[in-house]
Nanobody
């Protein structure tokens, strides 16, 4: 069964780096059919695409976040990760990982990350 699960700290201090991991089951992150995304939703706002990683490890980033975002993977664990540096309270959001296949067809349940001192 296809599942994605986000994990990581729920509280990050300003100026630090936010780190999250998405554990995937039911599909391989090295399968060329799929794209693996990170998306976030700040409180009261819409969804924001942050970036993605594909089967060969190539990465793609939102231009607005590119300077602070890094997406990586551990293929042996079927996991991909997000790092967002120099966070501010404006980075407070629910962070989601999702699979891309004819759109984003499977999503994790999301994890709230609060940036606060």
């Amino acid at each position: 069964q296809m599942q994605l699960q986000e994990s990581g700290p729920g509280l990050v201090k300003p100026s630090q780096t936010l780190s999250l991991t998405c554990t995937v089951s039911g599909a391989s992150i090295t399968n060329s059919y799929y794209v693996w995304h990170w998306i976030r939703q700040p409180p009261g706002k819409g969804l924001e695409w942050m970036g993605a990683i594909v089967y060969d490890g190539s990465t793609y980033y939102s231009p607005s976040l590119k300077s602070r975002t890094y997406i990586s993977r551990v293929t042996s664990k079927n996991q991909f990760s997000l790092q967002l540096s120099s966070v501010t309270p404006e980075d407070t959001a629910v962070y989601y990982c999702a699979r891309g296949y004819n759109g984003m067809d499977y999503w994790g349940i999301g994890t709230l990350v609060t940036v606060s001192s």
